[in-house]
């Protein structure tokens, strides 16, 4: 889709080029500019000292997520991780969702999905959870539209619907 929206109409046959070009470079710097979001380690952390597991979902390429987590110290926390090529179907498809809940030893009904942008809240839509929008990373304000049963400005919020449900909120 960044290819797509940076090649415009006019080089949309390009795409396959431009992959070639832009997935090397991608890879070398995947790390470049990546951090935790200010405020998301602590709740992780003490959401994880009490018993919250994490998973990751994401159409990004399962190698380079993994690359990201490790990258940010993070595979601990988020043990459990589905890219866009784990599976045949990606996001907002719900399998990938439902795999993560079953490896958890979770059920649907205690699991949150929380995310930045439509396709994670249709994705938790989809697979039956709740969902959570939150107005930092990719999308950020852009994710209200999509309806979530909450909405959260900064990760201190996730404490009391995790601890709660999504009423505390």
């Known amino acids: 889709m960044l290819l797509e929206h940076a090649l415009g109409d006019a080089h949309g046959a390009?795409?396959?080029?431009?992959?070639?070009?832009f997935m090397p470079w991608y890879r070398a710097h995947l790390l470049d500019h990546a951090v935790v979001y200010p405020g998301l380690r602590p709740v992780l952390d003490a959401l994880a000292a009490e018993g919250a597991v994490f998973s990751v979902l994401t159409n990004k390429l399962e190698d380079m997520s993994a690359s990201i987590l490790r990258g940010l110290g993070l595979t601990t926390?988020?043990?459990?991780?589905?890219?866009?090529?784990?599976?045949p179907v990606r996001k907002?498809?719900?399998?990938?969702?439902?795999?993560?809940?079953?490896?958890?030893?979770?059920?649907?009904?205690?699991?949150?999905?929380?995310?930045?942008s439509a396709v994670d809240i249709a994705t938790g839509r989809?697979?039956?959870?709740?969902?959570?929008?939150?107005?930092?990373?990719?999308n950020g304000q852009a994710v209200r539209a999509a309806g979530a049963d909450v909405e959260i400005a900064e990760p201190a919020q996730l404490l009391p619907i995790c601890r709660h449900g999504i009423t505390a909120v």
């Open 14 to 21: 390009r795409i396959e080029e431009g992959l070639d070009v």
């Open 126 to 138: 989809n697979a039956g959870v709740a969902t959570c929008a939150v107005f930092w990373g990719f």
């Open 92 to 116: 907002p498809d719900p399998t990938g969702l439902r795999q993560l809940i079953a490896a958890a030893d979770a059920a649907p009904g205690t699991t949150l999905m929380v995310g930045d």
């Open 77 to 87: 926390l988020c043990p459990r991780l589905i890219g866009g090529d784990t599976l």
